[in-house]
């Protein structure tokens, strides 16, 4: 077990990182410092479960990922963010961009090599952030929630109240505008 | 249609990542990624960006 005050000092030195994260779930500030807050007291009042099996790191990511899920199962449709009809279609414009009438893209996808190394690459994640904070808040959400958070489909389609078709289609517009923008953002190519 | 076009080959891709593909819908796009480097490539980058994801997840990245 990690003593309490290096504990303290440990957890004080994650507490950005652990904004962040929340952020990019809730968008919303006062409900990811609420989270974060009830994570890191539910972790300092019994310090003893932490068993050092896994990082302290990610043990706290862990706490922190029920957190939220508590919080969006307590008041997810209160704090739906909805999309408008207008950001809707502009997504599927968006889509549409990226191919030419017959269905082939204007511009080949590139191959970005291995994972292993740009997995290696702190900045690459700090890139991936920036992309996911761009994302539109419902799309970030829905794609939070399955790609960070974990849940299935079954678990998202039910708490968000949206059908499966719809939250593919969420799920895909995320897929397709995160890729643009690392592969603008990191792996550097430009748009022809 | 039998041949996907890229477009339909990206979302089976994607929509591989969220459920099941049927055995109709796997052939065609395993028949298209084997005409299609640049779809190929698209395959390697929704699975980097799921693994990226996953270390995000487990311990937020490398921080």
């Known amino acids: ?49 932490f068993s050092g099996k896994s990082s302290l790191r990610t043990y706290v990511i862990g706490i922190l990922k029920f957190k939220i899920i508590d919080l969006l199962r307590l008041s997810g449709r209160e704090i739906q963010l909805a999309d408008s009809e207008d950001s809707d279609q502009s997504e599927a414009e968006l889509i549409d961009s990226l191919f030419r009438a017959d269905g082939h893209t204007h511009q080949d996808a590139s191959a970005w090599g291995s994972p292993h190394g740009t997995l290696e690459q702190k900045d690459f994640f700090r890139t991936l952030e920036i992309c996911l904070e761009k994302l539109p808040a419902q799309t970030s959400r829905v794609f939070m929630m399955r790609e960070w958070l974990e849940l299935s489909t079954e678990e998202i389609c039910k708490e968000l109240d949206i059908t499966t078709s719809n939250l593919w289609v969420l799920l895909y517009r995320a897929r397709l505008r995160l890729r643009e923008c690392l592969d603008l953002n990191w792996f550097g190519n430009l748009a022809k | 249609r039998f041949f996907y076009t890229c477009k339909q080959a990206h979302q089976m891709l994607s929509e591989g990542m969220d459920r099941q593909l049927s055995v109709a819908e796997r052939a065609q796009l395993k028949l298209h990624l084997s005409m299609c480097r640049s779809c190929t490539n698209f395959s390697g980058q929704m699975r980097l960006l799921r693994e990226a994801m996953k270390k995000m997840s487990k311990d937020g990245g490398n921080e």
């Open chain 1, 1 to 49: 077990m990690t003593a309490l005050p290096e504990l303290h000092r440990q957890l004080d030195e994650m507490r950005p990182a652990l904004l962040r994260f929340a952020m990019l779930q809730l968008r919303n500030q006062t409900h990811a410092e609420d989270v974060v807050q009830e994570a890191l007291l539910a972790i300092l009042e019994k310090p003893d479960n």
